[in-house]
T-cell receptor, first 113, second 114 residues
Framework: GAGVSQSPSNKVTEKGKDVELRCDPI?????LYWYRQRLGQGLEFLIY????????KSGLPSDRFSAERTGESVSTLTIQRTQQEDSAVYLC???????????FGDGTRLSIL | AQTVTQSQPEMSVQEAETVTLSCTYD???????LFWYKQPPSRQMILVIR??????QNATENRFSVNFQKAAKSFSLKISDSQLGDAAMYFC???????????FGAGTTVTVRA
């Protein structure tokens, strides 16, 4: 597809379970970003990947959160031992390289019971 | 850290009328970018308009225009001739010229009355 693709669209899981969220960036985009959007709030930066450089993980809220990206392809965001406060929409964006406009996916709505 | 403030949680506008959304930001930098994003119920963030801080001229994209007041650190969005499809949540965002992170405001929900 032409845009950023995220899966699943919605995820409901029990507290304490691990979840994995996936992001397929636009082909050729070297930069990839993850954001979290809590209900009624703006987006919070989580992590940034640029090519094969070390990622900027400064926005990850705890060590239960991790993310990976292989080269300039798919990225996965993993949340271990989920808590109710992790409930949010997780948005992925990609850009041709840093500083260029960020194109967003539709997000994954994560609900922790 | 930069702070972006949107003081209007909700705005309502009659179809074909004009609505203005306010945004203020706090920064010590002189070179940066400001954005307005639209988020419809589909959740996808759509870039509406972008402004470079070094440009004095206000950006315009069809029915969308901004009033950028650098000294006041204000960046308002005007939607003219409002259409039903404009109904969405609108976010103001800031990015330093030498950074990649976007800092977002809390958003303003715009409803359009037919």
């Amino acid at each position: 597809g032409a845009g950023v693709s995220q899966s699943p669209s919605n995820k409901v899981t029990e507290k304490g379970k691990d979840v994995e969220l996936r992001c397929d960036p636009i082909s050729g985009h070297t930069a990839l970003y993850w954001y979290r959007q809590r209900l009624g709030q703006g987006l919070e930066f989580l992590i940034y990947f640029q090519g094969n450089s070390a990622p900027d993980k400064s926005g990850l809220p705890s060590d239960r959160f991790s993310a990976e990206r292989t080269g300039e392809s798919v990225s996965t965001l993993t949340i271990q031992r989920t808590q109710q406060e992790d409930s949010a929409v997780y948005l992925c964006a990609s850009s041709l390289y840093w500083g260029q406009p960020q194109h967003f996916g539709d997000g994954t709505r994560l609900s922790i019971l | 850290a930069q702070t972006v403030t949107q003081s209007q949680p909700e705005m309502s506008v009659q179809e074909a009328e004009t609505v203005t959304l306010s945004c203020t930001y706090d920064t010590s930098e002189s070179d940066y970018y400001l954005f307005w994003y639209k988020q419809p119920p589909s959740r996808q963030m759509i870039l509406v308009i972008r402004q470079e801080a070094y440009k004095q001229q206000n950006a315009t994209e069809n029915r969308f225009s901004v009033n950028f007041q650098k000294a006041a650190k204000s960046f308002s969005l005007k939607i003219s001739d409002s259409q039903l499809g404009d109904a969405a949540m609108y976010f103001c965002a800031y990015r330093s010229a030498d950074d990649y992170k976007l800092s977002f405001g809390a958003g303003t929900t715009v409803t359009v009355r037919a």
